[in-house]
């Protein structure tokens, strides 16, 4: 036998067992590390549950621009289904599916649903920011109607309406559509024409008592709050959004775009959320 060849064998093979047994030593526990702990690192986020609130005319396939970044983001989402009847009422069926919901909850709203979540959020502890997307945030006992003045702003959204009755309306009420001829430059002037025939198409209308409906305590004088003001809007006039953005002391950012910010502008509506979540 060659002695030498044994001998260069064994170092190898012994040499190859040492360097296994330093592996494994070095991905042990150490006796000195102690126990491993559960706890979370010190910059990490509990991320709140995101309501969104879509508004009158639309639904909640508005928000699928925004909903697919916060899922990835890691975010637990509701698109919440606005029954377009009353503020007092739709707040109230807002209220109870909040009331189901455990956790930090950040409330967004786009137009009328900005004035559903300011009346929905005022008692629930576990909201703890609101997100307004060129939305109404209305003070207590302010109406839509007068909150489209507010800054000197004018809407012509009331004058392209078509009424259709509806069972079980109050006396003269009716339910509300943006006239398709007019909905591209009133509502979403800067999609396509072909996107905004789509949504046209597919409007839910609201009842047309909502306009003139009085608001109640409002949520953002306990809350914080964002807001997404929609330079070039031709539903809620700019000017009121700045007003109302201003006296809720909002966090408010102003970007050109038409009254679906959250349709054109999606990453911008993304991010306000993160802000207000406070995980960026």
Not at 20 to 36: D, I, Q
Not at 58 to 77: E, H, R
Not at 86 to 108: C, N
Request: charged share 15%; glycine share 10%; net charge negative.
């Amino acid at each position: 036998m060659n002695t030498q060849c044994f001998t260069e064998q064994n170092l190898r093979r012994w040499g190859l067992l040492w360097a296994l047994g330093a592996l494994l030593v070095a991905c042990s526990p150490s006796a000195n590390t102690g126990p491993v702990s559960d706890e979370k690192p010190a910059d990490a986020c509990e991320k709140p549950t995101v309501v969104l609130v879509h508004g009158a005319f639309a639904d909640a396939s508005g928000w699928a621009g925004v909903i697919a970044p916060l899922q990835q983001q890691g975010y637990t989402v509701y698109a919440f289904a606005n029954p377009l009847r009353s503020i007092s009422g739709d707040a109230e069926y807002l209220r109870s599916f909040l009331s189901t919901l455990t956790g930090p909850i950040v409330l967004v709203g786009h137009s009328y649903g900005g004035a559903v979540m300011t009346n929905a959020a005022t008692g629930n502890p576990n909201v703890k920011a609101l997100v307004y997307v060129a939305a109404y945030a209305l003070d207590e006992g302010e109406t839509l109607l007068a909150a489209n003045t507010l800054g000197g702003g004018q809407s012509e959204l009331g004058n392209h309406l078509i009424l259709r009755p509806f069972p079980g309306a109050g006396t003269g009420d009716a339910d509300g559509y943006i006239d398709p001829a007019f909905f591209h430059e009133l509502f979403a002037g800067d999609l396509s024409e072909e996107d905004a025939a789509v949504l046209a198409a597919s409007q839910r209308p609201a009842a047309a008592s909502i306009f003139q409906s009085p608001s109640g305590p409002p949520a953002w004088k306990d809350l914080p709050s964002w807001y997404l003001i929609a330079s070039d809007d031709h539903t809620i006039p700019p000017e009121a959004q700045r007003v109302m953005a201003q006296r809720a002391g909002s966090q408010a950012v102003e970007i050109e775009s038409s009254h679906v910010a959250m349709i054109s502008h999606p990453d911008v509506v993304t991010e306000l959320v993160g802000e207000a979540s406070g995980c960026r």
